[in-house]
Each structure stands twice: as structure tokens, then as C-alpha cells.
């Protein structure tokens, strides 16, 4: 029976550019879909947050070059904690799935390990029709 479960990722950006944002936000998606063995028809939507200190585009961006047209996006600044890593793109996928909540692979990337370390993976391996900007190489 499928069912609605969320995914949750996160990474961190070099700096506030477009190039920077979509290119970490499109690592990020890359690794959720490996990890989790997703086709897009399967995200029912997608919840990007940033670090107020990221304002050049919108991370959803990443998802429409990835061609996800018809997945809804929504983007939004994250709570400003004092103390909190700054440059952090966070994700919240929803998915119709099979899996049960212990079968889903969390990820996160770069800086945003700290976050999750539980959940947080040194790099992320995309097979070749997977590569490209923000593929393995860093």
C-alpha cells in the first residue's frame, strides 16, 4: 500500500549566488532520490527552507532543471535561531512510497551534518545518469 512519508535532507551552500544555491540544492535532491531509490512520479511535493543569509534564487530552481514540472515546490526562509549554522538549505520531500518510516534514507550533506550526524553522509555516490552540477565532484 502506498503511503505519504517525508524525506528529510540538508546541505550547506559556499555562498549567496544562484549558481551556489541551485547547484548544492541539486546535489541534495540527487542524493535523496539514490538513497531512496525514488522515481519523481512518486514526490508528492517538496518544502525547501533557507538560512536568511541565502536570498540569490529560489532552491526549488534545482528541481525544475531537474525537470520536476509537476511537482508542487514551496520555499521559505527557516527560523532564525541564534547560534544556528548559517548557509543551510533544508529539504522536506514528500513521497508515495511503499517504504515504512524505517526504511527511508535521511541525508545530509556538508556542513548541514552536524544537524542530523545520525543521518549525515561523508559524500554521495550518483551513478553516471545522475551526475552533473553538484555531483560527486566537490
Known amino acids: 500500500m502506498l503511503l505519504c512519508r517525508g524525506i ?4 550547506t551552500v559556499d ?14 535532491l540527487l542524493a535523496l532520490v539514490e538513497a531512496n531509490q525514488i522515481d519523481p512520479d512518486q514526490i508528492a511535493s517538496i518544502i525547501f527552507t533557507t538560512t536568511r543569509d541565502l536570498n540569490a ?9 531537474l525537470g520536476w514540472v509537476h511537482v508542487p515546490l514551496l520555499c521559505a526562509h527557516e527560523m532564525d535561531v ?10 522536506l520531500m ?27 553522509q561523508e559524500s554521495v555516490m550518483l551513478g553516471e545518469d545522475r551526475k552533473g552540477v ?3 565532484e566537490r
Not at 544562484?18 to 541534495?28: D, G, H, N, Y
Not at 515504512?100 to 549525515?120: D, K, T
Request: glycine letters at 12%.
Open 8 to 11: 528529510r535532507g540538508a546541505t
Open 134 to 136: 553538484g555531483g560527486t
Open 57 to 65: 534564487t529560489f532552491p526549488a530552481v534545482a528541481a525544475r532543471q
Open 82 to 91: 541564534p547560534g544556528a549554522p548559517r548557509g543551510v538549505v533544508r529539504v
Open 15 to 28: 555562498g549567496n549566488t544562484a549558481e551556489a544555491i541551485v547547484s548544492a540544492t541539486r546535489e541534495l
Open 94 to 120: 514528500h513521497v508515495n512510497t511503499e517504504k515504512s518510516p524505517r526504511e527511508i534514507r535521511h541525508v545530509y550533506l556538508r556542513g548541514a551534518r552536524v544537524l542530523r550526524p545520525e543521518f549525515g
